[in-house]
């Protein structure tokens, strides 16, 4: 199989990596996590007026470069590589992927806000009950004339702090399957309570207590959301397993230059044969999340049940490489591995994160079973 990228493809990321290295410092970016906005606006506005990937995987119609999954996984990767906090995954993908199947004046209004960057989308599927499932969902919607009047809670919804627009998981007593809501930010009725996760970025749960939408906010048909919904999540996982493969490679590298110019009795720590092996076992990790990725990748247009497994079977890879290369690269640092200068501490913290992002290993490994025995 080929894996070579297009010429316009090499172009995308060299041209997304050069705006990262030359925009994106680390320390600044470090700092804008922890207070005020929480990410750099003028960057958002960069990725949107300069680069354009805010559209690179939506429909010319919006104002998108009508690109594909690979599109994705080339931009996640250079974002994971320089250790962007802003919401790409959560708007461009999530966000984008379930707009774009929804269809409808209200959903293309959306995605153009997307693309020129005045729109940010923050996804509210999981509650506290819920565990992994996003199809685990007590929220319910009920009319009310010609309104929808929303009640229930969701956790952990990242962006939710930095968002203008919340997309709502929610059941109708006239369907059974799940329905999809756009409600806005500021909407009376709903209550954020905003915290930091460990990875620097900004989350909160939420409460929706009586919230009312217009009749536009239904995206898409009543109760007919299920599907799109875990499409639009396998999306994610493939773009965060992305997303993870640029981080440990900016892990990796870091690492080996650190074992050339750390000395210990007199000669570099790169000399120890022990070091040199668990070296190479880290990038033997790296190169099993990296197919793992591109296999993920290359099956999200196929059938559900195809592009689910090819989804597990990425997400454990990624998350026992990450875990792997993670903590491996933070020993050989010893305990400046950890201090706020050097960037390892914080590659560290978001690969530990996603880990766990949209399921742990075991709960993709027990997902792949499942399928598997289907």
Not at 102 to 114: N, T, V
């Amino acid at each position: 199989m080929d894996f070579e990228f297009t010429a316009e493809q090499q172009l995308l990321r060299d041209t997304v990596t050069e705006f990262l290295a030359a925009r994106y410092d680390l320390e600044k970016s470090r700092a804008a996590a922890r207070v005020g906005a929480g990410h750099q606006p003028e960057i958002w506005r960069g990725f949107a007026e300069e680069v354009g990937i805010l559209g690179a995987s939506l429909p010319e119609s919006v104002g998108g470069f009508d690109g594909g999954a690979i599109e994705t996984m080339i931009i996640a990767e250079a974002l994971g590589g320089a250790l962007v906090v802003e919401p790409y995954v959560d708007t461009a993908v999530l966000g984008g992927g379930l707009l774009r199947r929804a269809g409808g004046a209200r959903a293309e209004e959306l995605l153009r806000g997307i693309v020129d960057g005045s729109v940010i989308t923050a996804f509210a599927a999981l509650e506290a009950d819920s565990g992994y499932d996003p199809a685990r969902v007590a929220t319910t919607a009920r009319r009310d004339g010609d309104d929808w009047v929303l009640d229930g809670a969701k956790a952990v919804v990242t962006t939710a702090p930095l968002a203008t627009h919340l997309l709502v998981t929610a059941r109708t007593s006239d369907a059974a399957g799940l329905s999809l809501f756009v409600v806005p930010a500021d909407a009376a009725g709903l209550t954020q309570h905003p915290y930091r996760t460990i990875d620097e970025r900004r989350a909160a749960d939420l409460v929706l207590d009586g919230v009312r939408v217009g009749a536009d906010a239904l995206l898409g048909a009543e109760g007919a959301a299920g599907e799109s919904v875990a499409r639009a999540i396998d999306e994610a996982i493939a773009a965060i397993c992305a997303e993870a493969v640029g981080g440990m490679r900016r892990v990796l590298a870091d690492t080996v230059e650190y074992s050339k110019q750390r000395r210990q009795f007199g000669v570099p720590i790169a000399s120890f044969q022990v070091l040199q092996h668990r070296m190479v076992d880290m990038h033997l990790e790296l190169e099993q999340a990296v197919a793992a990725t591109y296999l993920v990748t290359l099956k999200l247009d196929a059938e559900p049940e195809v592009r689910a497994r090819a989804a597990a079977a990425a997400k454990a890879t990624v998350a026992r490489a990450a875990g792997f290369i993670g903590q491996h690269a933070v020993q050989l640092h010893g305990a400046m591995g950890m201090t706020e200068e050097l960037a390892i501490g914080h590659f560290f913290k978001r690969l530990t994160a996603i880990r766990t992002e949209w399921g742990s290993a075991d709960q993709h490994i027990a997902r792949y079973a499942a399928l598997t025995r289907a």
